[in-house]
């Protein structure tokens, strides 16, 4: 997998971004780079140290996506919030949990599901979500047409495929148990991620778990357009799940609260002004992806996907982007607690703390 390391320097006159994206989902390596200073100090560079440093993990590679967060750093506003954001990619909401909570990067990008799973076995360093990114969660079990599992409990005695770390995968409980799956019926087996895609358009498993904008566009790229796949997305089936979020530890959120609600004001600006008009927040992400291998039709549909089905919703379009609706969040954590068998279960305000964001009027989409 490329590395992937992102630098944006707001208070930088001039940035030159080269990112190479390769492989099923394509994997992303962009370098910034800003211009040496002629003078012992340049005015950027004087501006620059002036701004507040964050660090943010992505929960995979930048993507379409991602478009809300390129909206928010090609027209400044982390720097009008007074922040010199750094982004590098992920590797899975597992991963970017744990870099979060140990202080590798102050704002992450995450599974608030797994993030509650997290806080139980480690109580003394918590984390919080501040901001959703998806209104629904993106967690979907994908077969090809073929195959005839037209239900959920189709499922049972068939072998299905993904990395030991996917959230879909790590959920599947949650899944079987409100759909009535008998989860020992099903065979997991162990996949690399970038395989996932192309072992099932080849046959060799039932299906898979995944992140719907993960897969599907690369299916379809494989002959296996939408209409020739069977989604069983977990938020149809008796899971109103909430997709990811952004992520902090509560020790950050307490010490530096400013820095949290500047972040996460510019991030939803972002985001709103992409459901807005996708075409222009679209061309934010391609105007990184200089290196001529980025696949802009396969990441214009990722991102309309996500427009379609995870971002907006009745829910946004009554209360705009970014919170939560308390009484759905606490069903879906009691679905969680089950599903996860954990000891305890959290309260809304222990998994969500919707103090960073910005007033309704300025989130609705009008």
Known sequence: MAQFFLRRSLGAALLAFTISLVGAGCTSTPQATEPSATTAESPAASESATLTPVKFTLSWMLQGLDAGLTQALAKGYFKEAGLDVTIERGFGSADSISKVAAGQYDIGEGDIYA???FNEKNPD?????VAIKFNKSPLAIVSLAETGITDPK???????????????RRLFPVFAS????????VTWTNVDPKLRE????KGEFDGISCFSTSCIPPLGKMGHPPDKLNVFYYNNFGLELYGNALIVRRAFLEEKPEVVRGFVQAYLRGLKETIQNPDAAFATVAQ????G???EALERQRLQLALDTLMVSP???ANGVGGVDTVRLEKTIAQVVEGFGLTKTPTAAEVFNDSMLPPKEERLLN
């Open 198 to 201: 192309t072992l099932l358009s």
């Open 178 to 185: 409100v759909t009535g799956i008998d989860p020992n019926k």
């Open 288 to 291: 990184y992806a200089e290196g």
């Open 293 to 295: 291998v980025f696949d």
């Open 115 to 117: 993030m509650m799973e």
């Open 315 to 317: 829910e946004v379009q």
């Open 125 to 129: 360093n918590q984390l919080v979500a």
């Open 154 to 168: 189709g499922l049972e005695g068939k072998t299905l495929a993904a990395p030991a770390g996917d959230g879909a």
